[in-house]
């Protein structure tokens, strides 16, 4: 009883290939993050669930029924987009209604169960207004509501929180996992390119790639292991930083000749070139010593100061906790601790991680 | 998705259009090659003897190059006098509402009944507008007897009877834009007239295009204020095609000839206006707006 | 001066516009002397005002000709042709605003060039080959010959504004509707058209004003039963040319029209008709 891709590929002529051969299992009771950059897939991926967007070859089925012959009006997929799509000229309790009665819902059931989806998301008081005169975080729930409401088998959610102000996102995302818990029959899929939503629902990410899964497993999993540094660099925010070096003589030598004794965990590797990579947090400004940079940006956000380097050895953000003075063009020395690092093929597969966060 | 529903939308109106067309059309081509006339009736073959006459046919070629500089004529006037006064009544004066209202109307007015009324005031003898010239001591024109004021009169008559669908398309165009270039210019201390040139002429361009297009597209069958006004005259001076044609397949009743003149002004049009199109094409893309 | 040039310009504009009607107007009321023997402007002093030409036109014992029937004609025919033109032209614009259609080397771009370029189609040419299309289906003369011809062309303006207008609305309300349980159909009739009513408006009206004002199909397909209003005007015309009467019946004629301007006015002052040319 769960949605099933077996070798589901899509070429566009304009876009070349957007999906490529993806296969996964579903299941249905559990939240599915999927994450990657813009162009990597997502939207394709459930487009082509929902039928909007027609595979060339493999399988989609849902409860072992084949997807293929299913036009998008009979799948019973529930899709939240972006943009906050309503029918403008409906008016909330409308809007609502309208799948349901789609559904075959009698005039009063379909409004009882509308009014009480609209309450959970807290519009009650808007029931007449057009979408038009609600805000857009407003506008945003009257989707959800229409969505959570048909109480389908599969929901997407593609960024619904992409285009609200950051206050309102991050209300929205503690309500949403609320409102998925009482999904217990669904599969819900949602997708996003922020790092930190993937990690507070607290669900099973699947990073995507160029068309393509390139890992899946839980958020710890995920973030303390990345397979390569493509996953490292879409989980991190902000992106970690990934030098190239070489392992030898018990040192790790970076680009520019610093070098600073090889961590116990990597030992074991044969000498030869590597790639390491840092997150922000965990890099240490130095007083002395280490290696030295110029500043190339510095962007303040909220109670953190994030800092672009330029070093020899290539370009590394840090992360430094509360408003700190630091001017573009000033140097600056930084220290990246051993214990903190990943150690990526030059291939970019991952050799080694860390010890776990916080240790 | 389904073929079926593709072509449910599709299908009823391109069949109901092709089935309204293709007999007229199938129809034309056919009697171009025959001889059907006042005196002989029917379809035979004769070959191409009315299009080798028609290549000799100098009053139609000149019907053709008149229509060409006329119907450019009056829809270039009719686009600058429909863009200015859309300005005017888009901001800036009071009772625009009464002005949109009041230059709308002679689009709502039926051509031809209109023509009637151009020609009681072209009129030599006792027309309104020699009325008017005598009165204040001028000489009374020939309007409708003298190529050149002849030509003067369709043009006016064209000018009146259309530059409010340019008005009207272009005015909506104009309340569509949105406010934030403009808020931009004025912030940047802009000028009226470099506000024009740089945020609204080029935002109008696609719509300006339509516009035109669609105007060309109906200058192209003048008709109705030459036949009414000066029937072609004097001499052949103000002759359009269409009125060309009306004469000879419906007045003198050479059926076959006229077809062979139709046919051939049909498909010059859809050259030269596919043509054209294609140039607007070319000319509004670069600007990106 | 910038003010004044406007203001000059506005002015000469508005008389230009008026110039004709009024004088439609005036020389309706005039006598048959006050129009044959040269242009006579101000009433009473020039000529005594009289309703010789609405007489005419009007039921009652001087009675030339009977326009209501006519009237009813066109009202008939106009609003027959518009309908028509409306379902299968935006059902058709639909289509290529949504769908890819292909057929050989054809695109939807040629689709739309095909409806529009009947538009091009002058009906000079088409009259005869009409004559003896409609003869052979018995139609001629009839309301439904005349309809079908009118629709040739006023189907082809309703494809042109309504793909515009169907490409301004966001496609995801479409999908949205097809992942709510309807097909293609259903969407299209449940969500679409009730957000179509300002582009179905200003294609209606183009519709109605060019339907209305058709006079060369009129003249040709009928005769004696289906007689339109501009050709039972025209059919006034005799050998001494009376203004008065055409002036009459032709401000009688466009005083429907005339309503639709203000129509329009009000639909472009709440912002309606704006998506529907963009």
Partial sequence: ?????????????KDGVILDDISFEFKPGRIYILIGRTTSGKTSLMRAIAGLLPIDSGQITMNGEDFEDKPIWERDVAVVYQQFINYPNKSVLQNVEFPLLRKGLKKSEAREVALASINKVGLGDYLDRKPAQLSGGQQQRVALARSLSRQSHIMLLDEPLMNLDYKLREQLR??????FNSQKDAVTIYATTEPPEALILGAEILVMHEGRIIQYGSPTEVYEQPQSTTVARVISDPPMSILPVSLSAGEIRFGDGYSQPIPAKMKN??????QVGIRANDIVSAKSGG???TISLVEVSGSETLVYVDTPAGEVVLQMEGIHDVKVGESISIELPGNRLFLFETNGALCVSPDSAGE | MKKGYPRFFLLPGLLLLIAIIIFPLLFTIRVTFSSWNVSQSGLNFIGGENWGEMVRDTRYWSSLLRLFYLSFLTVAIQYVLGFAIALFAWKGIAARRFYRVLWLIPMMTTPSLMAIIWRSIFTEDIGALNGLLTRVGLDPVNWLTESGPANVAITIAEVWQWTPFMFLILLAGLLSLPKEPFMAAAIDGASAWKTF????????????????MIRLIDASKIFDSVFTLTRGGPGNATETPAAYIFQRSLQDFQIAYGSTLALMYLILAILTLTIIGKVFARLSKPRGI | MYKVLKATFITIWSLFVLFP???????SFKPESAVVNGATFIPFLEYQPSLIGWKAILPGPDSLTNLLTPTLNSFIVTAGATAVSLIFGSLAAYGLSRFTYGWKNYSNADIIFFFVSQRIMPPVVLAIPFFLLLKELKLLDTHLGLILVLTSGLMPIVVWLMVDFFNALPRE??????????????AFFRTILPLSKPGLTVAGMFCVIFGWNDIFFALTLTATKVLTLPVAVI??????????????STVFSIIPLVGLAFVIERFLSRGNLGGAVR
Wanted: glycine letters at 6%; aromatic letters at 8%; proline letters at 5%.
């Fill in chain 1, 1 to 13: 009883m769960s949605l099933i891709l077996k070798n589901v590929s899509v070429t566009t002529e």
């Fill in chain 1, 174 to 179: 503690v309500e949403f996992k609320e409102l």
């Fill in chain 1, 269 to 274: 590797f044969k000498e030869g070139h590597y």
């Fill in chain 1, 291 to 293: 290696e030295k940079g």
């Fill in chain 2, 197 to 212: 040139a740089r945020v609204t002429f080029p935002m109008m361009a696609p719509i300006s295009i339509g516009a035109i």
């Fill in chain 3, 21 to 27: 009607i009024m004088w439609a107007i005036t020389t």
């Fill in chain 3, 173 to 186: 309300i479409d999908e949205m509707a097809m992942l709510e349980g309807c097909n293609p159909i259903q």
């Fill in chain 3, 235 to 248: 059919a006034l015309n005799g050998t001494v040319t009376p203004y008065w009467i055409l002036a009459a």
